[in-house]
């Protein structure tokens, strides 16, 4: 048996992609863990979804201009995870009612459009690719699942488990993690220790890296153990103005020379929310 879903139900949220997603969820109430979103698509009038290998571009969505109907086209080479995030995304060009088609037979979204954060954005479609974005991960990843993930102290250990119960890729969970956890986060994706983006919580401090740039001396994070623990690092090597900030960094390290490094500055000592066992702590600490 199918999922059964009410797509006229939606209509009445209008176009903002998280409600679009809250919506859904709604509807989805018993589920729970990694969320059927093959299943979700196929209830909302996606009549199929295809994976074929694909060099260009990292998934489709064939429709009309009205969009009664679809098919969602994702790329054989990409992980499974990776795939179900590309549905996700292309399920909302196929539900927002103000997308526009990209081209005559539908929407054709590139790697980086997966990854494109600008809402903002003049150009239709970097907008239109960044709503997708927004759509996929709280479709995906709502907040109500990762909660029991944000309540322990920043950590990749957590953002390893929270890709593999939702199944997404870890890059997916560690930036909705940075994302949606109280403290002040950043995540940097690099390649053979060359930064390739990074994502940064609203509140943190302005990041001294560029593309391409090579990283600060990583801590930790092998071979042999490819997660390494959370460290203190000087704030001089990895900030603009690092003004005496305390951080501390973990890094995961994958196949292929690629990495992620979480970076978390730890609060001043005059921040008026700090418990009195942190101030104990920290004087304590500047004894010894
Ligand atoms: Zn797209």
């Known amino acids: 048996m199918g999922l059964s879903l009410d797509r006229m139900a939606l209509d ?3 176009a903002n992609p998280a409600r679009i997603a809250g919506a859904i969820h709604n509807q989805l109430k018993d589920v729970k863990g990694a969320v059927p979103v093959f299943e979700v698509a196929m209830a909302l009038d996606i009549l199929d979804i295809r994976i074929e290998p694909l060099t260009t571009f ?57 990854t494109e954060r600008r809402l903002d954005a003049q150009d239709l479609h970097q907008r239109q690719e960044a709503e997708a974005n927004v759509f996929a991960i709280e479709l995906l990843a709502p907040r109500s699942y990762i909660k029991p993930y944000l309540r322990r102290a ?35 994706f690099s390649r053979n220790g060359r930064v390739l983006y990074f994502d940064v919580a609203r509140d943190f401090p302005r990041l001294a890296l560029g593309k391409g740039m090579s990283l600060p001396k990583l801590t930790g994070g092998s071979d042999e153990t490819p997660l390494g623990a959370m460290e203190e690092v ?15 960094a973990q890094t995961l390290q994958q196949q292929n020379g690629y990495a992620m490094t979480l970076l978390h500055v730890l609060a001043d000592e ?19």
């Open 234 to 248: 000087p704030s001089d090597d990895w900030l603009s103005t690092p003004s005496g900030v305390e951080m501390e």
């Open 154 to 188: 920043p950590s990749l250990g957590a953002v390893m488990e929270m890709a593999s119960s939702l199944d997404i890729s870890k890059e997916a969970a560690a930036r909705r993690y940075v994302e949606c956890h109280g403290e002040t986060l950043a995540v940097v």
């Open 58 to 114: 990292e998934g489709a969505l064939v429709t009309t201009a009205e969009r009664g109907e679809g098919s969602i086209l994702l790329n054989k080479n990409a992980s499974r995870q990776r795939q179900r995030f590309t549905a996700g995304h292309e399920l909302l060009h196929f539900l927002s009612p103000i997308h526009r088609p990209t081209s005559e037979d539908g929407f054709w979204c590139s790697r980086a459009d997966m």
């Open 270 to 288: 005059d921040d008026e929310d700090m418990g009195i066992e942190d101030a104990y702590d920290r004087f304590t600490r500047s004894r010894s």
């Open 12 to 14: 009445d949220v209008g």
